[in-house]
Protein backbone atom coordinates (compact mmCIF):
# COMPACT_ATOMS: atom_id res chain seq x y z
CA UNK A 1 0.00 0.00 0.00
CA UNK A 2 1.63 3.14 -1.35
CA UNK A 3 1.64 5.92 1.67
CA UNK A 4 -0.25 8.85 1.61
CA UNK A 5 0.05 12.45 1.93
CA UNK A 6 -2.25 13.14 4.80
CA UNK A 7 -5.91 14.58 4.85
CA UNK A 8 -6.79 17.13 3.65
CA UNK A 9 -9.85 19.91 4.41
CA UNK A 10 -12.25 21.64 2.63
CA UNK A 11 -11.86 25.82 2.74
CA UNK A 12 -14.86 27.98 2.88
CA UNK A 13 -15.60 27.78 -0.83
CA UNK A 14 -15.16 24.39 -1.44
CA UNK A 15 -11.65 23.75 -2.44
CA UNK A 16 -9.46 20.80 -1.14
CA UNK A 17 -6.93 21.94 1.65
CA UNK A 18 -4.15 19.35 1.93
CA UNK A 19 -2.81 19.17 5.08
CA UNK A 20 0.53 20.35 6.44
CA UNK A 21 1.92 17.21 7.67
CA UNK A 22 3.44 15.95 4.56
CA UNK A 23 5.58 19.47 4.09
CA UNK A 24 6.35 19.52 7.68
CA UNK A 25 7.57 16.04 7.41
CA UNK A 26 9.88 17.14 4.30
CA UNK A 27 11.12 20.65 6.41
CA UNK A 28 11.82 18.48 8.97
CA UNK A 29 13.96 16.10 7.53
CA UNK A 30 16.08 19.58 5.66
CA UNK A 31 16.45 20.23 9.13
CA UNK A 32 17.39 17.40 10.09
CA UNK A 33 20.20 17.31 7.42
CA UNK A 34 21.14 20.59 7.99
CA UNK A 35 21.47 19.58 11.37
CA UNK A 36 24.00 16.00 10.31
CA UNK A 37 26.15 18.54 8.51
CA UNK A 38 26.92 21.11 11.42
CA UNK A 39 27.09 18.13 13.70
CA UNK A 40 29.45 16.90 11.00
CA UNK A 41 31.20 20.16 11.00
CA UNK A 42 30.84 20.24 14.69
CA UNK A 43 32.65 16.54 15.24
CA UNK A 44 35.75 17.79 12.48
CA UNK A 45 36.61 20.67 15.30
CA UNK A 46 36.15 18.60 18.23
CA UNK A 47 38.77 15.92 16.74
CA UNK A 48 41.24 18.86 15.97
CA UNK A 49 41.04 19.93 19.46
CA UNK A 50 39.83 17.36 21.81
CA UNK A 51 40.78 13.42 22.45
CA UNK A 52 38.00 11.65 20.14
CA UNK A 53 35.55 10.36 22.54
CA UNK A 54 34.40 6.41 22.04
CA UNK A 55 31.63 6.37 18.89
CA UNK A 56 28.32 3.51 18.30
CA UNK A 57 27.10 2.75 15.22
CA UNK A 58 23.38 3.41 14.29
CA UNK A 59 21.68 1.59 12.05
CA UNK A 60 18.42 0.94 10.08
CA UNK A 61 15.96 -1.99 8.38
CA UNK A 62 15.82 -2.50 4.55
CA UNK A 63 12.40 -3.05 4.12
CA UNK A 64 9.93 -3.96 0.67
CA UNK A 65 7.24 -1.33 -0.55
CA UNK A 66 7.06 1.35 -3.22
CA UNK A 67 8.51 4.92 -3.28
CA UNK A 68 5.32 6.32 -4.74
CA UNK A 69 3.34 9.04 -2.94
CA UNK A 70 -0.05 9.81 -2.52
CA UNK A 71 -1.72 12.96 -2.08
CA UNK A 72 -5.30 12.88 -0.63
CA UNK A 73 -7.51 15.51 0.56
CA UNK A 74 -11.32 16.48 0.45
CA UNK A 75 -13.44 18.59 -1.89
CA UNK A 76 -17.13 19.44 -2.85
CA UNK A 77 -18.49 18.54 -6.21
CA UNK A 78 -20.10 20.96 -8.73
CA UNK A 79 -21.43 20.14 -12.03
CA UNK A 80 -18.89 21.41 -14.81
CA UNK A 81 -21.70 22.29 -16.50
CA UNK A 82 -24.56 24.25 -15.58
CA UNK A 83 -27.08 27.20 -16.08
CA UNK A 84 -28.42 29.57 -13.84
CA UNK A 85 -30.71 32.64 -15.21
CA UNK A 86 -31.91 35.54 -13.28
CA UNK A 87 -35.60 36.80 -13.62
CA UNK A 88 -35.50 39.34 -16.76
CA UNK A 89 -37.63 41.65 -15.16
CA UNK A 90 -38.74 43.00 -11.04
CA UNK A 91 -41.71 44.48 -13.10
CA UNK A 92 -43.31 42.10 -15.66
CA UNK A 93 -45.22 39.00 -14.20
CA UNK A 94 -44.60 35.52 -14.60
CA UNK A 95 -47.16 34.44 -17.34
CA UNK A 96 -45.60 30.55 -17.23
CA UNK A 97 -43.94 28.12 -15.91
CA UNK A 98 -43.10 24.80 -17.33
CA UNK A 99 -40.45 23.08 -15.49
CA UNK A 100 -40.47 21.58 -11.71
CA UNK A 101 -37.29 20.93 -9.50
CA UNK A 102 -36.29 17.15 -9.95
CA UNK A 103 -37.35 17.54 -13.80
CA UNK A 104 -34.68 16.53 -16.64
CA UNK A 105 -34.93 18.94 -19.43
CA UNK A 106 -33.27 19.06 -22.62
CA UNK A 107 -31.30 22.20 -24.44
CA UNK A 108 -33.51 25.02 -25.56
CA UNK A 109 -36.69 23.19 -23.93
CA UNK A 110 -38.81 26.09 -22.26
CA UNK A 111 -38.13 27.04 -18.55
CA UNK A 112 -40.51 29.79 -17.99
CA UNK A 113 -42.13 33.53 -19.50
CA UNK A 114 -42.53 36.95 -18.28
CA UNK A 115 -44.70 39.39 -19.00
CA UNK A 116 -42.42 42.13 -21.68
CA UNK A 117 -45.04 44.79 -22.02
CA UNK A 118 -42.64 47.18 -20.85
CA UNK A 119 -40.00 46.49 -23.57
CA UNK A 120 -42.84 47.39 -26.05
CA UNK A 121 -42.80 51.14 -24.35
CA UNK A 122 -39.55 50.88 -24.47
CA UNK A 123 -38.52 50.62 -27.72
CA UNK A 124 -41.56 52.77 -28.57
CA UNK A 125 -39.95 55.59 -26.99
CA UNK A 126 -36.80 55.00 -28.70
CA UNK A 127 -38.19 55.14 -32.19
CA UNK A 128 -39.63 58.24 -31.05
CA UNK A 129 -36.40 59.97 -30.37
CA UNK A 130 -34.66 58.25 -33.47
CA UNK A 131 -37.72 59.81 -35.69
CA UNK A 132 -37.33 63.04 -33.96
CA UNK A 133 -33.85 63.06 -34.61
CA UNK A 134 -34.10 62.33 -38.15
CA UNK A 135 -36.66 65.35 -38.13
CA UNK A 136 -33.43 67.40 -37.18
CA UNK A 137 -31.48 65.96 -39.72
CA UNK A 138 -33.54 67.12 -42.48
CA UNK A 139 -33.80 70.69 -41.48
CA UNK A 140 -30.16 70.58 -40.83
CA UNK A 141 -30.06 69.36 -44.78
CA UNK A 142 -32.11 72.57 -45.50
CA UNK A 143 -30.22 74.54 -43.93
CA UNK A 144 -27.27 73.54 -45.96
CA UNK A 145 -28.89 73.44 -49.02
CA UNK A 146 -29.83 77.09 -48.20
CA UNK A 147 -26.47 78.50 -47.43
CA UNK A 148 -24.99 76.19 -50.43
CA UNK A 149 -27.22 78.20 -52.62
CA UNK A 150 -26.15 81.42 -50.56
CA UNK A 151 -22.50 80.56 -51.19
CA UNK A 152 -23.29 79.84 -55.14
CA UNK A 153 -25.23 83.04 -55.51
CA UNK A 154 -22.14 85.32 -53.47
CA UNK A 155 -19.49 83.47 -55.78
CA UNK A 156 -21.53 84.56 -58.82
CA UNK A 157 -21.83 88.15 -57.77
CA UNK A 158 -18.41 88.16 -56.73
CA UNK A 159 -17.58 87.21 -60.00
CA UNK A 160 -19.21 90.20 -61.50
CA UNK A 161 -17.46 92.89 -59.07
CA UNK A 162 -14.52 93.09 -62.00
CA UNK A 163 -16.84 94.61 -64.69
CA UNK A 164 -15.29 93.96 -68.09
CA UNK A 165 -16.26 95.40 -71.48
CA UNK A 166 -19.00 92.11 -73.45
CA UNK A 167 -17.72 94.11 -77.05
CA UNK A 168 -14.54 96.31 -78.71
CA UNK A 169 -16.29 100.38 -78.86
CA UNK A 170 -15.79 103.33 -76.87
CA UNK A 171 -17.12 104.52 -73.42
CA UNK A 172 -19.81 107.37 -73.36
CA UNK A 173 -21.94 109.01 -70.56
CA UNK A 174 -19.37 107.90 -68.03
CA UNK A 175 -20.78 108.08 -64.96
CA UNK A 176 -18.99 106.06 -61.91
CA UNK A 177 -16.33 107.85 -59.61
CA UNK A 178 -13.92 105.82 -57.13
CA UNK A 179 -15.42 105.55 -53.52
CA UNK A 180 -19.32 105.79 -55.04
CA UNK A 181 -21.28 103.46 -52.88
CA UNK A 182 -23.59 101.86 -55.49
CA UNK A 183 -26.76 99.50 -55.61
CA UNK A 184 -27.22 96.54 -57.45
CA UNK A 185 -28.24 98.01 -61.06
CA UNK A 186 -26.78 101.36 -60.93
CA UNK A 187 -25.71 102.96 -64.23
CA UNK A 188 -21.75 102.95 -64.42
CA UNK A 189 -21.17 104.04 -68.51
CA UNK A 190 -22.52 103.51 -71.88
CA UNK A 191 -20.33 101.12 -74.22
CA UNK A 192 -20.92 101.70 -78.18
CA UNK A 193 -19.39 99.98 -80.90
CA UNK A 194 -19.50 102.51 -83.80
CA UNK A 195 -17.88 100.82 -86.74
CA UNK A 196 -20.72 99.78 -88.06
CA UNK A 197 -24.14 101.50 -88.20
CA UNK A 198 -27.70 100.49 -88.91
CA UNK A 199 -30.46 101.80 -90.31
CA UNK A 200 -33.94 100.40 -90.19
CA UNK A 201 -36.97 101.60 -92.47
CA UNK A 202 -40.04 100.24 -93.44
CA UNK A 203 -41.33 98.78 -96.63
CA UNK A 204 -44.58 98.15 -98.50
CA UNK A 205 -45.57 94.80 -98.56
CA UNK A 206 -45.80 95.02 -102.11
CA UNK A 207 -41.76 94.24 -101.99
CA UNK A 208 -42.28 91.23 -99.80
CA UNK A 209 -41.02 88.86 -102.22
CA UNK A 210 -38.36 90.87 -103.84
CA UNK A 211 -36.45 91.63 -100.67
CA UNK A 212 -34.25 89.04 -98.89
CA UNK A 213 -31.27 88.84 -96.26
CA UNK A 214 -27.85 90.16 -98.25
CA UNK A 215 -29.41 92.20 -101.40
CA UNK A 216 -27.35 95.51 -101.58
CA UNK A 217 -28.48 98.20 -100.51
CA UNK A 218 -27.49 102.14 -100.48
CA UNK A 219 -27.90 105.14 -97.53
CA UNK A 220 -28.01 108.78 -98.18
CA UNK A 221 -26.91 110.85 -95.32
CA UNK A 222 -28.51 114.24 -95.87
CA UNK A 223 -26.46 115.84 -93.14
CA UNK A 224 -23.36 114.56 -94.92
CA UNK A 225 -24.50 115.21 -98.73
CA UNK A 226 -23.53 111.66 -99.05
CA UNK A 227 -23.91 108.33 -99.81
CA UNK A 228 -22.88 104.85 -98.53
CA UNK A 229 -23.34 101.32 -99.26
CA UNK A 230 -25.35 98.55 -97.12
CA UNK A 231 -26.15 95.42 -97.42
CA UNK A 232 -29.67 94.02 -95.56
CA UNK A 233 -29.06 92.07 -92.42
CA UNK A 234 -32.31 91.85 -91.15
CA UNK A 235 -36.00 91.59 -92.17
CA UNK A 236 -38.98 91.77 -89.85
CA UNK A 237 -42.39 90.99 -91.14
CA UNK A 238 -44.34 93.18 -89.27
CA UNK A 239 -47.34 95.17 -89.64
CA UNK A 240 -46.77 98.88 -90.15
CA UNK A 241 -49.59 101.53 -91.67
CA UNK A 242 -48.60 104.70 -93.30
CA UNK A 243 -51.00 107.65 -93.20
CA UNK A 244 -52.17 106.95 -96.14
CA UNK A 245 -52.71 102.67 -95.08
CA UNK A 246 -49.84 101.47 -96.77
CA UNK A 247 -49.03 98.03 -94.94
CA UNK A 248 -45.51 98.19 -94.34
CA UNK A 249 -42.85 95.56 -92.75
CA UNK A 250 -39.22 96.24 -91.61
CA UNK A 251 -36.30 96.02 -93.12
CA UNK A 252 -32.39 96.81 -91.73
CA UNK A 253 -29.62 97.54 -93.57
CA UNK A 254 -25.96 97.61 -92.06
CA UNK A 255 -23.10 99.97 -93.01
CA UNK A 256 -19.59 100.30 -92.05
CA UNK A 257 -18.93 103.50 -90.28
CA UNK A 258 -16.16 105.15 -91.96
CA UNK A 259 -15.97 107.40 -88.79
CA UNK A 260 -18.47 110.55 -89.66
CA UNK A 261 -21.46 108.88 -88.84
CA UNK A 262 -23.15 108.89 -85.58
CA UNK A 263 -26.67 107.77 -83.77
CA UNK A 264 -29.53 110.05 -84.81
CA UNK A 265 -28.43 110.74 -88.34
CA UNK A 266 -31.82 110.74 -90.79
CA UNK A 267 -31.25 108.33 -93.76
CA UNK A 268 -32.50 107.81 -97.12
CA UNK A 269 -32.08 103.95 -98.52
CA UNK A 270 -33.27 102.32 -101.37
CA UNK A 271 -32.91 98.82 -102.17
CA UNK A 272 -31.43 97.18 -105.43
CA UNK A 273 -33.27 94.69 -107.06
CA UNK A 274 -32.33 92.10 -109.69
CA UNK A 275 -33.37 93.81 -112.17
CA UNK A 276 -31.32 96.49 -111.23
CA UNK A 277 -34.32 98.94 -110.34
CA UNK A 278 -34.54 100.45 -107.05
CA UNK A 279 -36.80 100.18 -104.17
CA UNK A 280 -37.73 102.93 -102.04
CA UNK A 281 -38.97 102.97 -98.22
CA UNK A 282 -42.55 103.91 -97.55
CA UNK A 283 -41.02 105.48 -94.24
CA UNK A 284 -37.66 106.62 -93.49
CA UNK A 285 -35.08 105.91 -90.42
CA UNK A 286 -32.30 107.19 -88.47
CA UNK A 287 -29.30 105.91 -88.11
CA UNK A 288 -28.15 103.84 -84.98
CA UNK A 289 -25.17 101.98 -83.70
CA UNK A 290 -24.92 98.23 -84.56
CA UNK A 291 -24.18 97.59 -80.73
CA UNK A 292 -24.93 99.56 -77.36
CA UNK A 293 -25.11 98.72 -73.95
CA UNK A 294 -25.13 100.44 -70.55
CA UNK A 295 -22.99 99.09 -68.31
CA UNK A 296 -24.38 98.62 -64.53
CA UNK A 297 -23.21 97.63 -61.11
CA UNK A 298 -24.46 93.63 -60.69
CA UNK A 299 -24.37 94.13 -57.19
CA UNK A 300 -24.28 96.31 -54.32
CA UNK A 301 -20.89 98.12 -52.63
CA UNK A 302 -18.15 100.30 -53.19
CA UNK A 303 -16.77 101.41 -56.39
CA UNK A 304 -13.19 100.58 -55.92
CA UNK A 305 -11.20 101.63 -59.06
CA UNK A 306 -12.74 103.33 -62.60
CA UNK A 307 -10.27 101.57 -65.33
CA UNK A 308 -11.31 104.04 -68.04
CA UNK A 309 -12.00 107.45 -69.41
CA UNK A 310 -14.89 108.74 -71.07
CA UNK A 311 -15.18 108.39 -74.91
CA UNK A 312 -12.23 105.81 -74.43
CA UNK A 313 -11.97 102.85 -76.78
CA UNK A 314 -11.65 99.59 -75.54
CA UNK A 315 -11.73 96.33 -76.42
CA UNK A 316 -14.18 92.85 -75.91
CA UNK A 317 -12.95 91.71 -71.98
CA UNK A 318 -11.05 94.75 -71.05
CA UNK A 319 -11.82 95.61 -67.05
CA UNK A 320 -13.73 98.84 -67.32
CA UNK A 321 -14.77 98.98 -63.35
CA UNK A 322 -13.79 96.92 -59.79
CA UNK A 323 -15.90 97.10 -57.07
CA UNK A 324 -15.60 96.11 -53.45
CA UNK A 325 -16.30 92.28 -52.84
CA UNK A 326 -15.52 92.13 -48.48
CA UNK A 327 -18.71 91.60 -47.54
CA UNK A 328 -19.66 88.99 -49.77
CA UNK A 329 -16.26 86.82 -48.64
CA UNK A 330 -17.89 87.43 -45.06
CA UNK A 331 -21.00 86.24 -45.74
CA UNK A 332 -19.53 83.52 -47.93
CA UNK A 333 -17.63 82.52 -44.46
CA UNK A 334 -20.49 83.17 -42.59
CA UNK A 335 -22.47 80.49 -44.68
CA UNK A 336 -19.20 78.08 -44.92
CA UNK A 337 -19.66 78.26 -40.85
CA UNK A 338 -23.01 77.88 -40.92
CA UNK A 339 -22.60 74.44 -43.23
CA UNK A 340 -20.29 72.87 -40.81
CA UNK A 341 -22.26 73.48 -37.53
CA UNK A 342 -24.58 71.63 -39.45
CA UNK A 343 -22.84 68.92 -40.62
CA UNK A 344 -21.11 68.64 -36.87
CA UNK A 345 -25.11 68.29 -35.93
CA UNK A 346 -26.40 66.04 -38.40
CA UNK A 347 -23.12 63.73 -37.12
CA UNK A 348 -24.17 64.01 -33.55
CA UNK A 349 -27.70 63.91 -34.81
CA UNK A 350 -26.45 59.81 -36.26
CA UNK A 351 -24.47 58.94 -33.45
CA UNK A 352 -27.27 59.74 -31.31
CA UNK A 353 -29.59 57.17 -33.78
CA UNK A 354 -26.62 54.30 -33.65
CA UNK A 355 -26.75 54.85 -29.82
CA UNK A 356 -30.60 54.56 -30.21
CA UNK A 357 -30.71 52.02 -32.90
CA UNK A 358 -28.50 49.87 -30.22
CA UNK A 359 -30.50 49.98 -27.59
CA UNK A 360 -33.41 48.73 -29.49
CA UNK A 361 -31.37 46.01 -30.43
CA UNK A 362 -30.53 44.85 -27.22
CA UNK A 363 -33.71 45.49 -25.83
CA UNK A 364 -35.04 43.18 -28.76
CA UNK A 365 -32.65 40.49 -27.62
CA UNK A 366 -33.92 40.95 -24.03
CA UNK A 367 -36.85 39.82 -25.34
CA UNK A 368 -35.37 36.58 -25.02
CA UNK A 369 -34.87 36.82 -21.27
CA UNK A 370 -38.71 37.27 -20.89
CA UNK A 371 -39.07 33.86 -22.50
CA UNK A 372 -36.18 31.22 -21.22
CA UNK A 373 -35.23 28.53 -22.45
CA UNK A 374 -32.44 26.26 -20.88
CA UNK A 375 -28.82 26.22 -22.68
CA UNK A 376 -27.97 22.87 -21.71
CA UNK A 377 -29.31 19.70 -20.98
CA UNK A 378 -29.60 18.64 -17.62
CA UNK A 379 -31.61 18.25 -13.90
CA UNK A 380 -33.76 21.18 -12.73
CA UNK A 381 -32.31 21.76 -9.20
CA UNK A 382 -34.26 24.72 -8.68
CA UNK A 383 -37.39 27.17 -9.55
CA UNK A 384 -37.75 30.02 -7.95
CA UNK A 385 -40.84 32.05 -9.91
CA UNK A 386 -44.23 31.18 -9.47
CA UNK A 387 -47.38 32.35 -12.35
CA UNK A 388 -49.00 35.15 -11.59
CA UNK A 389 -46.00 36.58 -9.12
CA UNK A 390 -43.69 39.55 -9.82
CA UNK A 391 -39.92 38.42 -9.13
CA UNK A 392 -37.84 40.08 -6.59
CA UNK A 393 -34.72 41.78 -8.65
CA UNK A 394 -32.00 39.54 -8.99
CA UNK A 395 -33.86 36.73 -7.79
CA UNK A 396 -32.38 33.33 -9.44
CA UNK A 397 -35.11 32.14 -11.69
CA UNK A 398 -33.98 28.88 -12.45
CA UNK A 399 -31.35 26.46 -12.42
CA UNK A 400 -30.23 23.60 -14.33
CA UNK A 401 -27.19 21.50 -13.40
CA UNK A 402 -25.65 19.00 -15.89
CA UNK A 403 -24.98 15.77 -13.79
CA UNK A 404 -22.91 13.73 -16.35
CA UNK A 405 -19.92 15.58 -15.47
CA UNK A 406 -18.76 16.74 -11.81
CA UNK A 407 -15.78 19.23 -10.61
CA UNK A 408 -14.12 19.91 -7.50
CA UNK A 409 -11.21 22.15 -6.74
CA UNK A 410 -8.35 20.80 -4.63
CA UNK A 411 -5.27 23.09 -3.37
CA UNK A 412 -2.05 21.33 -4.08
CA UNK A 413 1.12 21.79 -2.07
CA UNK A 414 3.77 24.30 -4.44
CA UNK A 415 6.40 21.07 -3.65
CA UNK A 416 4.32 18.92 -5.23
CA UNK A 417 2.70 21.04 -8.02
CA UNK A 418 5.63 20.31 -10.29
CA UNK A 419 4.29 16.42 -10.44
CA UNK A 420 0.96 17.13 -11.71
CA UNK A 421 -0.12 16.92 -15.06
CA UNK A 422 -3.08 17.54 -17.42
CA UNK A 423 -5.00 14.48 -17.59
CA UNK A 424 -3.57 12.48 -14.89
CA UNK A 425 -5.78 10.32 -13.16
CA UNK A 426 -7.46 10.97 -9.74
CA UNK A 427 -9.44 8.45 -7.59
CA UNK A 428 -12.53 10.01 -6.06
CA UNK A 429 -14.42 8.51 -3.62
CA UNK A 430 -17.61 9.62 -2.52
CA UNK A 431 -18.06 10.25 1.36
CA UNK A 432 -20.80 7.85 3.64
CA UNK A 433 -22.10 4.66 4.01
CA UNK A 434 -21.84 3.87 0.10
CA UNK A 435 -18.82 4.98 -0.57
CA UNK A 436 -18.79 5.23 -4.07
CA UNK A 437 -15.65 5.31 -6.14
CA UNK A 438 -14.66 7.36 -9.55
CA UNK A 439 -12.14 7.87 -11.59
CA UNK A 440 -11.17 12.05 -12.17
CA UNK A 441 -8.62 13.33 -14.56
CA UNK A 442 -6.98 16.54 -13.46
CA UNK A 443 -8.60 19.24 -16.53
CA UNK A 444 -6.95 22.52 -15.03
CA UNK A 445 -3.85 23.83 -13.21
CA UNK A 446 -3.61 27.09 -12.22
CA UNK A 447 0.05 28.44 -11.61
CA UNK A 448 -0.92 31.38 -9.62
CA UNK A 449 -0.19 30.21 -6.04
CA UNK A 450 -2.71 31.07 -3.37
CA UNK A 451 -1.33 31.76 0.47
CA UNK A 452 -2.47 30.59 3.42
CA UNK A 453 -0.49 30.84 6.79
CA UNK A 454 2.50 31.11 4.91
CA UNK A 455 2.08 28.12 2.99
CA UNK A 456 1.11 28.54 -1.06
CA UNK A 457 -0.52 26.03 -2.51
CA UNK A 458 -1.76 25.63 -6.26
CA UNK A 459 -5.49 25.53 -7.26
CA UNK A 460 -6.19 22.38 -9.73
CA UNK A 461 -9.79 21.33 -10.99
CA UNK A 462 -10.42 17.56 -11.05
CA UNK A 463 -13.01 16.94 -13.41
CA UNK A 464 -15.71 13.61 -12.34
CA UNK A 465 -17.29 11.58 -15.27
CA UNK A 466 -20.46 10.48 -12.94
CA UNK A 467 -22.75 10.18 -15.36
CA UNK A 468 -25.55 11.37 -12.82
CA UNK A 469 -24.05 9.16 -9.74
CA UNK A 470 -22.99 12.09 -8.11
CA UNK A 471 -25.19 15.36 -6.82
CA UNK A 472 -23.50 18.87 -6.74
CA UNK A 473 -22.49 19.68 -3.08
CA UNK A 474 -21.86 16.88 -2.46
CA UNK A 475 -18.48 15.79 -0.12
CA UNK A 476 -15.54 13.65 -1.79
CA UNK A 477 -12.54 12.71 -0.96
CA UNK A 478 -9.61 12.26 -3.96
CA UNK A 479 -6.43 10.70 -3.81
CA UNK A 480 -3.75 11.57 -6.63
CA UNK A 481 -0.90 8.96 -6.87
CA UNK A 482 2.86 10.13 -7.59
CA UNK A 483 5.90 8.70 -8.41
CA UNK A 484 6.88 5.22 -8.72
CA UNK A 485 4.30 2.38 -7.76
CA UNK A 486 6.84 -0.34 -8.77
CA UNK A 487 7.73 -2.19 -5.61
CA UNK A 488 10.74 -3.89 -4.47
CA UNK A 489 13.48 -4.22 -1.67
CA UNK A 490 13.99 -0.65 -0.50
CA UNK A 491 16.77 0.65 1.83
CA UNK A 492 17.57 4.19 3.72
CA UNK A 493 19.44 6.68 1.60
CA UNK A 494 21.88 7.55 4.73
CA UNK A 495 22.98 3.56 4.32
CA UNK A 496 24.19 3.76 1.64
CA UNK A 497 27.83 4.10 1.26
CA UNK A 498 30.29 4.51 -2.24
CA UNK A 499 33.19 2.49 -2.56
CA UNK A 500 35.97 2.22 -5.94
CA UNK A 501 33.69 -0.11 -7.70
CA UNK A 502 30.32 1.40 -7.14
CA UNK A 503 27.84 1.72 -3.86
CA UNK A 504 27.50 -0.85 -1.23
CA UNK A 505 25.49 -1.49 2.17
CA UNK A 506 27.03 -2.16 5.40
CA UNK A 507 25.20 -5.03 6.39
CA UNK A 508 24.56 -6.84 9.83
CA UNK A 509 25.31 -10.51 10.03
CA UNK A 510 26.94 -13.12 12.13
CA UNK A 511 28.78 -14.65 9.38
CA UNK A 512 30.63 -13.12 6.39
CA UNK A 513 28.12 -13.32 3.46
CA UNK A 514 29.74 -14.62 -0.02
CA UNK A 515 29.79 -11.34 -1.79
CA UNK A 516 31.73 -9.42 1.20
CA UNK A 517 33.61 -6.69 -0.28
CA UNK A 518 37.24 -6.28 1.24
CA UNK A 519 37.52 -2.60 2.37
CA UNK A 520 40.68 -0.85 4.18
CA UNK A 521 40.42 -1.35 7.97
CA UNK A 522 38.37 0.31 9.96
CA UNK A 523 35.83 1.44 7.64
CA UNK A 524 33.38 -0.79 7.75
CA UNK A 525 32.01 -1.15 11.63
CA UNK A 526 32.21 -4.20 13.75
CA UNK A 527 30.04 -7.01 13.06
CA UNK A 528 28.79 -5.32 9.87
CA UNK A 529 30.80 -6.28 6.35
CA UNK A 530 30.03 -4.19 2.59
CA UNK A 531 27.81 -5.63 0.26
CA UNK A 532 27.76 -4.19 -3.16
CA UNK A 533 23.95 -3.35 -4.07
CA UNK A 534 22.59 -2.12 -7.68
CA UNK A 535 20.32 1.01 -7.22
CA UNK A 536 17.59 2.02 -8.61
CA UNK A 537 14.78 4.43 -8.47
CA UNK A 538 15.30 6.90 -4.97
CA UNK A 539 13.57 9.47 -3.53
CA UNK A 540 14.34 11.72 -1.07
CA UNK A 541 15.18 9.54 2.12
CA UNK A 542 14.72 5.63 0.31
CA UNK A 543 16.43 3.80 -2.13
CA UNK A 544 15.00 0.87 -4.29
CA UNK A 545 18.37 -2.14 -4.54
CA UNK A 546 17.76 -4.03 -7.35
CA UNK A 547 20.01 -6.92 -6.19
CA UNK A 548 22.90 -7.38 -3.49
CA UNK A 549 20.24 -7.66 -0.17
CA UNK A 550 16.83 -8.85 0.76
CA UNK A 551 14.56 -7.01 3.13
CA UNK A 552 14.39 -7.22 6.68
CA UNK A 553 18.19 -6.53 6.89
CA UNK A 554 19.71 -4.69 9.16
CA UNK A 555 22.26 -1.86 7.82
CA UNK A 556 24.72 0.81 9.01
CA UNK A 557 23.66 4.42 8.96
CA UNK A 558 26.14 6.61 10.43
CA UNK A 559 27.70 6.77 13.83
CA UNK A 560 26.73 8.61 16.71
CA UNK A 561 29.75 10.09 19.06
CA UNK A 562 29.09 9.26 22.74
CA UNK A 563 29.68 12.61 24.55
CA UNK A 564 31.48 12.49 27.80
CA UNK A 565 29.47 12.13 31.31
CA UNK A 566 26.81 14.85 31.30
CA UNK A 567 26.69 15.88 27.92
CA UNK A 568 24.87 15.05 25.11
CA UNK A 569 25.56 12.79 22.01
CA UNK A 570 26.25 14.08 18.40
CA UNK A 571 26.01 11.86 15.41
CA UNK A 572 27.84 12.27 12.02
CA UNK A 573 27.61 10.99 8.65
CA UNK A 574 29.99 8.11 7.70
CA UNK A 575 31.23 9.49 4.28
CA UNK A 576 30.07 10.95 0.82
CA UNK A 577 29.32 8.53 -1.95
CA UNK A 578 28.35 8.62 -5.00
CA UNK A 579 26.47 6.55 -7.46
CA UNK A 580 26.79 5.59 -11.48
CA UNK A 581 25.58 7.90 -13.47
CA UNK A 582 25.46 10.75 -10.87
CA UNK A 583 22.89 9.80 -8.93
CA UNK A 584 24.01 10.38 -5.64
CA UNK A 585 26.67 12.81 -4.11
CA UNK A 586 27.40 13.64 -0.95
CA UNK A 587 25.56 11.12 0.82
CA UNK A 588 22.05 12.38 -0.97
CA UNK A 589 20.18 11.78 -4.37
CA UNK A 590 19.45 13.67 -6.67
CA UNK A 591 15.83 13.80 -7.52
CA UNK A 592 13.22 11.39 -6.37
CA UNK A 593 9.47 12.20 -5.54
CA UNK A 594 7.96 11.13 -2.84
CA UNK A 595 8.24 8.63 0.33
CA UNK A 596 8.29 4.53 -0.36
CA UNK A 597 5.46 2.98 0.96
CA UNK A 598 5.76 -0.49 2.45
CA UNK A 599 3.94 -3.58 3.11
CA UNK A 600 2.48 -4.55 6.34
CA UNK A 601 5.10 -7.49 6.78
CA UNK A 602 7.58 -4.73 6.23
CA UNK A 603 10.82 -5.10 8.06
CA UNK A 604 9.71 -3.12 11.06
CA UNK A 605 8.57 -0.20 9.03
CA UNK A 606 4.55 0.30 9.67
CA UNK A 607 1.92 -0.40 6.60
CA UNK A 608 -0.53 1.78 5.86
CA UNK A 609 0.82 4.91 7.23
CA UNK A 610 -0.89 8.07 6.03
CA UNK A 611 1.08 11.23 4.47
CA UNK A 612 4.82 10.83 3.63
CA UNK A 613 6.99 8.88 6.15
Request: with cysteine; glycine share 12%.
Amino acid sequence: MSLLKGKEKVGTEGAAQPKKRGKVLRRALALGLAAAVLGGAGFGVKALFFTPEERSALTGMTSYGSLSTTIEGTGITMPADSYSVSAASSEGKITGVYVTAGETVRLGQLLYTQDDSELEETLEEYQRQIDDLYDQIDGYNDQIDNYTQQIGELRETMAQLVITAPFSGHITELQGEEGDGLQKGARLATLVDDSQMTLTEYFSYTYEDAVWVGMGAGVSIPSLMNTYSGTVTEIKKVERLTAEGTRCFAVTITLDNPGALTEGMTGAAWLLADGGEKLYPAVEGSLAYKSSKAITAQAAGELLAVHVDDYERVTAGQTLFTMDGSDYAQQVESAERGIAAAEKNIATARERIDSYTQRMAETEEKRENYRVTSDIDGKVIMVNVREGEIPRSGMTAVSVYNLDSMEITANIDELDIGSIQMGMEVRIVKSGIDGASFTGYVSEISYEATNSNGVAYFPITVTIPAEGALSAGVNVSYYISLGDDEEGVLAPLEALKSYEGGTCLYVKAEQRPENALELEEGVVPEGFYAVPVEVGTTNDRYARILSGVEREVEVFTRYQQKAPTGGDTTSRGEEEFSLPGGEFSGGFPNGGGGMPSFDRSGGGMPGGMGGRP
